[in-house]
């Protein structure tokens, strides 16, 4: 991605997650006011267990544990330094160039979860938004204070959990989305437990995944080496997940409405599958490449265009641009020798799967709308 494209598409990424927020806050007193109608003793402390994974005790420790076991191996294959002063220089300056990778995690899983604590805490006080439990109204109101409940934005469990989640899946990507899913898990247990509003979670979400990144990759490598990665994946990946919420906790439109956004988004999926199918047959090598990108991108715009209001529709378009971008420029590598069952299948046999998973995402959601009466 080139330095401009990387400026453009954050700024543009940075509007879409600010707007994401602010429609995002229109949920906050309705979810407060529901999760006020229940108070469960076993679901509390559900929300309590499944909470653990954010604490930044339990984070920090976990992190200091990693570096612990990585630094006992690092020191077994050093071998024993000379006690003395030139002993322990040397031994000090081939640590870091030699670390193990356990040790690599746990000190930028630990510097993460400091960096978090520091940030967190900052806006906590400076914002000096009330918790749900202390706020009786829709009014918005916000000022520096220290005292204990004006402490709810942002959420500091969710910022833990995401930049964990961050700093892990960088080292092992291919575990990513079910480390994600935790610290999903850990953002609404508290908006569940009646400890924060939704935006909370989302802000903390959001700020736990830059400074995760940043700790993980490095300040200096961040821009070209994190960045590009968050834009192309993580920011539509947020944007889906908004939708999705969105589509769950609001009733269906006027039945007009609904069959025009169903009707284009039907005609999306299928041209996207008619696109992917003619690239597979009609095309050779790397011109297939960007068609298939085009096709793909067809069928989850015609999904969000579908189930979720035109407004979301919209920054789903928008955010996935620079994969769109991404999947022009991209150097593909010579095909792998093995085949794999999937590639021995005919090419319409599988686009006409494809377009049924994205019709059957499509289906589930709609069905789905309004599951959660919130208003």
Partial sequence: MKPWERVVFG?????????????LHELDMPVARFVRSFNIDGLN??????????????????????????????????????VSRAGLIEWVRTWWPQRDQLTDIGV?????????????????????????RFAHGDELVLGPSMDSGL???????????FGAATVLAWFFPAVRVPLFLVAGLVAVSRVLRGSHFPTDVWAGAVLGVVIGSMAAVGVKRWPNDALPDLLRTYVPVAVSTFAILWVL??????????????????????????????????????DKG??????????????????????????????????????????????????????TMPVWRREAL??????????????????????
Avoid at 57 to 65: E, P, S, Y
Avoid at 109 to 118: E, H, P, T, V
Avoid at 253 to 271: C, F, N, Q, T, Y
Avoid at 363 to 373: C, E, K, N, T
């Fill in 11 to 23: 700024l543009i990424a940075l509007t879409v997650l600010a707007a994401i927020g602010v429609k």
């Fill in 45 to 82: 402390r559900l929300g309590d267990l499944v909470a653990l994974p954010g604490q930044g005790v339990v984070v920090a420790g976990a992190f200091i544990l990693i570096a612990l076991i990585g630094w006992r191996h690092q020191r077994n294959q050093l071998g024993p330094m000379a």
């Fill in 108 to 132: 930028r899983g630990l510097l993460a979860q400091l960096s978090i604590a520091g940030a967190i805490q900052i806006l906590k006080h400076l914002i000096g938004r009330p918790r749900p």
């Fill in 151 to 161: 402490d709810s934005f942002p959420s500091g469990h969710a910022a833990n959990a």
């Fill in 249 to 286: 906790l609001h009733p269906a439109p006027a039945w007009s409405h609904e069959i025009i956004s169903l009707g284009v988004g039907i005609a999306l999926v299928l041209a996207g599958g008619l696109v992917r199918g003619l690239a597979w047959t009609y095309l050779e090598g790397e």
């Fill in 290 to 343: 960007p068609l298939r990108i085009f096709g793909h991108l067809l069928l989850v715009v015609g999904v969000a265009v579908g189930c979720a209001p035109w407004w979301a529709a919209a920054l789903l378009v928008v955010v996935l641009a620079p994969l769109g971008l991404a999947g022009l420029h991209l150097e593909r590598a010579p095909a792998p020798t093995s085949v794999h069952p999937w590639g």
């Fill in 354 to 375: 494809a377009v049924g998973a994205a019709l059957a995402v499509l289906a589930a959601l709609r069905s789905a709308q309004g599951l959660i009466p919130i208003g």
